[in-house]
């Protein structure tokens, strides 16, 4: 289980957040470009994925619901939450 701690940095302020864990599959991204994109600053994190922007709507939360539920590294949080892979 991941350590809330290991929150990436890049992620934006708010509920919804992606952890260090992440494998970079990319499948956030696709199926919740509004929210998720993928990191292409050189460094640690390169291709892993964070939460660009919080769901503004119940479409965008419904998608970041699934993302959360579907990630395969159980990466991805909502205030600390995760999904229960
Ligand atoms: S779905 Fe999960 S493992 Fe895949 S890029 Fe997104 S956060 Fe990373």
Excluded: W
């Amino acid at each position: 289980m991941a350590d809330v701690n290991q929150k990436l940095e890049k992620n934006v302020q708010g509920r919804y957040y992606v952890t260090s864990v992440c494998i970079g599959c990319n499948l956030c991204a696709e199926i919740a470009p509004e929210n998720f994109v993928e990191n292409l600053d050189e460094g640690l994190y390169f291709g892993h994925c964070y939460v660009s922007k919080q769901p503004a709507d119940k479409q965008e939360e419904a998608l970041c619901l699934e993302v959360m539920d579907i990630c395969p590294a159980c990466a991805i949080y909502n205030d600390g939450l995760k999904n229960s892979n």
